[in-house]
């Protein structure tokens, strides 16, 4: 308690007077009787120096609000440039082979599965498919990976993309994305008729650091026919479309949201975005 109230009478003894204050400290003063006018004068000489002191002080203050002001009701146009648009070609988005399929060892929603895209060496992805696409199923099985994501640990094991896939709006019908039977691993895809010579994707880092995929995935979506589509354009191999299979042949809603592997806590695996 001492020391709070030493404190505060501290702060109190070297907060500056006002201008009124050291005015009227000047005044009286000034009235004094003549045997104190010397000791008078230079009491008020004093009082009068603080008070410049204090206008100064206060001309310096009101600059720099006025600068903070200014800044803060900058223009629109000073405030920092918005995120990278939606491109899909900056997504190097392939055709991938499953060739072993197992579960992961430390989370029972999880597949580790090794994935042909083309590459010297099979990728190590991991997916929360467990409670949607039975093991059998996925042997062997052609997928879409995305392949330009940075490496993460997913309990234990890294992985080095992500396959895509669609639900119905219900979302308890989950199915990865299928290119037709005769597509060959670590074809890069495309989407719209014509649009088939792309520029190269860009770098992992790159694409985490402009959000790119965070603006591209929720434009990606199925129409009523189970295909696969980029702002309504068709997802496209060279020998055909990209589907949902299951979704498009029993057509049980009228349309699907393409998702991505969601890596929430090791755990999640989709994040859904808005039904066509």
Same mark, same amino acid.
């Given at each position: 308690?001492r020391?709070?109230?030493?404190g505060?009478?501290?702060?109190a003894?070297?907060r500056?007077?006002?201008?009124l204050?050291?005015q009227?400290?000047a005044q009286?003063?000034?009235a004094?009787?003549?045997?104190?006018?010397?000791?008078?004068?230079?009491?008020?000489?004093?009082?009068?120096m603080?008070? !410049?002191?204090f206008?100064?002080?206060?001309?310096?203050?009101?600059?720099?609000?006025?600068?903070?002001?200014?800044?803060?009701?900058a223009?629109?146009?000073?405030?920092?440039?918005?995120?990278?648009?939606?491109?899909?070609?900056?997504?190097d988005?392939?055709v991938?082979?499953?060739?072993?399929?197992?579960?992961?060892?430390d989370a029972?929603?999880?597949?580790?599965? !090794?994935i042909?895209?083309?590459?010297?060496?099979?990728?190590?992805?991991?997916?929360?498919?467990?409670?949607?696409v039975?093991?059998? !199923?996925m042997?062997?099985?052609?997928v879409?990976?995305?392949c330009?994501?940075?490496a993460?640990?997913?309990?234990?094991?890294?992985?080095?993309?992500?396959?895509?896939?669609?639900?119905n709006?219900?979302?308890d019908?989950?199915?990865?994305l299928?290119?037709?039977?005769?597509s060959?691993?670590?074809?890069?895809?495309?989407?719209?008729e014509?649009?088939a010579e !792309?520029?190269p994707?860009?770098?992992?880092?790159?694409?985490?650091?402009?959000?790119?995929?965070?603006?591209v995935?929720?434009?990606?979506?199925?129409?009523?026919?189970?295909?696969?589509?980029?702002?309504g354009?068709?997802?496209?191999?060279?020998?055909?479309?990209?589907?949902?299979?299951s979704?498009?042949?029993?057509?049980?809603?009228a349309?699907g949201s393409?998702?991505?592997?969601?890596?929430?806590?090791?755990?999640?695996?989709?994040r859904q975005?808005?039904?066509?």
């Amino acid at each position: 308690m001492r020391r709070i109230a030493s404190g505060q009478a501290l702060a109190a003894s070297s907060r500056p007077s006002s201008p009124l204050v050291l005015q009227a400290q000047a005044q009286a003063a000034a009235a004094r009787p003549k045997h104190s006018r010397s000791h008078a004068s230079s009491v008020a000489e004093w009082q009068q120096m603080r008070l !410049q002191q204090f206008a100064r002080r206060m001309n310096i203050a009101s600059a720099a609000t006025g600068t903070l002001a200014e800044e803060a009701t900058a223009p629109a146009s000073a405030a920092p440039a918005p995120a990278a648009d939606a491109d899909i070609t900056a997504c190097d988005i392939r055709v991938g082979k499953i060739l072993r399929c197992e579960k992961h060892p430390d989370a029972d929603s999880l597949y580790v599965e !090794q994935i042909d895209v083309g590459e010297p060496e099979p990728r190590t992805i991991v997916s929360g498919l467990v409670g949607f696409v039975p093991l059998e !199923q996925m042997q062997e099985r052609l997928v879409l990976v995305i392949c330009n994501l940075k490496a993460r640990n997913m309990r234990g094991v890294k992985s080095h993309g992500m396959v895509l896939c669609a639900s119905n709006s219900a979302h308890d019908q989950v199915e990865p994305l299928a290119p037709p039977p005769t597509s060959r691993p670590g074809e890069r895809v495309w989407f719209g008729e014509g649009n088939a010579e !792309q520029p190269p994707a860009v770098e992992a880092n790159r694409l985490q650091k402009k959000k790119i995929w965070e603006a591209v995935q929720p434009l990606l979506r199925t129409n009523a026919q189970g295909l696969a589509t980029f702002k309504g354009l068709p997802c496209l191999t060279a020998t055909g479309p990209v589907v949902a299979a299951s979704l498009g042949i029993l057509r049980r809603q009228a349309a699907g949201s393409v998702h991505r592997a969601h890596r929430v806590a090791d755990l999640g695996w989709l994040r859904q975005g808005s039904n066509v």
